[in-house]
């Protein structure tokens, strides 16, 4: 049983950073990449970014490129989503992820929720002043 748990969500303002850590638990079924996903109310989740656990390949979703970055501890299973620059469109609740996928079969998806099989309860994330 797979056990992944978010952290790190918050209040900041506009500008802001946080960093959201997700650690995984349990595992008993190897997975090969962890992303981050949010999902804002009324709307779709959708993918964020995400990273092999083997090279440590990223991914990211336009709408953060050059203000997110997702690193990986495999020590401490844990992958981390550092959050610069906020807008308000950050506001939503962050799941992170695993795909037991690699980033290459997933040939251009790796961003899509359906390639991912274990989900954290989420921490929400609010960008406001």
């Known amino acids: 049983q797979v056990q992944l748990v978010e952290s790190g969500g918050g209040l900041v303002q506009p500008g802001g950073s946080l960093r959201l850590s997700c650690s995984v638990y349990?595992?008993?079924?190897?997975?090969?990449?962890i992303a981050w996903f949010r999902q804002a109310p009324g709307k779709e989740r959708e993918g964020v970014s995400c990273?092999?656990?083997?090279?440590?390949?990223?991914n990211y979703d336009d709408s953060v490129k050059g203000r997110f970055t997702i690193s990986r501890d495999n020590a401490k299973k844990t992958v981390y989503l550092q959050m610069n620059t906020l807008k308000p469109e950050d506001t939503a609740v962050y799941y992170c992820?695993?795909?037991?996928?690699?980033?290459?079969?997933?040939?251009?998806?790796?961003?899509?929720?359906?390639?991912?099989?274990?989900w954290g309860q989420g921490t929400q994330v609010t960008v406001s002043s």
């Open positions: 990273i092999s656990k083997s090279d440590g390949s990223t």
């Open positions: 992820a695993t795909s037991g996928v690699s980033i290459k079969t997933m040939n251009g998806l790796e961003l899509s929720r359906y390639n991912y099989d274990h």
């Open positions: 349990g595992v008993t079924l190897d997975y090969y990449v």
